[in-house]
T-cell receptor
């Protein structure tokens, strides 16, 4: 995918640590969404941040958006083994979602 | 709460065969999206329907067609299957005007041999 690229693509941490995943995009956005996907399963919406927002929180999730740099980050605090999954950012183009390459997060117990 | 239903969950077909995937959106959701996810790749948008009319078209091969029926369920028809069509196919639904969030089904894993 050319837009919504995550960095890094694989991240391995210990339970209790924080995990940060970054995403860059190339075109202007109305909003940016983050989705989670457990291996081979459907995607689950985590959080949406609008273009006029800089930061948003939801439970252990914190998303930031820097429209000047066309980048976003997803922070998961106090990670748990159950957080192991792939995480994708997706920008809304019209109403379709354009996904980035995803970051595979592994949280080791 | 009701979720998006996809059937079948797994499908094995041979090259040049035809496959039909079905999607049942969440009740009162008026928009359906289809995405294809190859192994180790991000989901790619194929096509969407709003109120039974095609609303957007992405990187969907000409061999594929889709439609949304009067009960809002959708079907993705795939003909002349190729090995490269092996992927997870997701359907998602959304209610326009409520939220940009899309609700994904569990996917259909298509294997072409």
């Amino acid at each position: 995918s050319q837009q919504g690229e995550e960095d890094p693509q694989a991240l391995s941490i210990q339970e209790g640590e924080n995990a940060t995943m970054n995403c860059s995009y190339k075109t202007s956005i109305n909003n940016l969404q983050w989705y989670r996907q457990n291996s081979g399963r459907g995607l689950v919406h985590l959080i949406l941040i609008r273009s006029n927002e800089r930061e948003k929180h939801s439970g252990r999730l914190r998303v930031t958006l820097d429209t000047s740099k066309k980048s976003s980050s997803l922070l998961i605090t106090a990670s748990r083994a159950a957080d192991t999954a792939s995480y994708f950012c997706a920008q809304t183009s019209g109403s379709r979602l354009t996904f980035g390459e995803g970051t595979q997060l592994t949280v080791n117990p | 709460a009701a979720g998006v239903i996809q059937s079948p969950r797994h499908l094995i077909k041979e090259k040049r065969e035809t496959a039909t995937l079905k999607c049942y959106p969440i009740p009162r959701h008026d928009t359906v999206y289809w995405y294809q996810q190859g192994p180790g790749q991000d989901p790619q948008f194929l096509i969407s329907f709003y109120e039974k009319m095609q609303s957007d078209k992405g990187s969907i091969p000409d061999r594929f067609s889709a439609q949304q029926f009067s009960d809002y369920h959708s079907e993705l028809n795939m003909s002349s299957l190729e090995l490269g069509d092996s992927a997870l196919y997701f359907c998602a639904s959304r209610r326009q005007g409520r939220s940009y969030e899309q609700y994904f089904g569990p996917g259909t894993r298509l294997t072409v041999t």
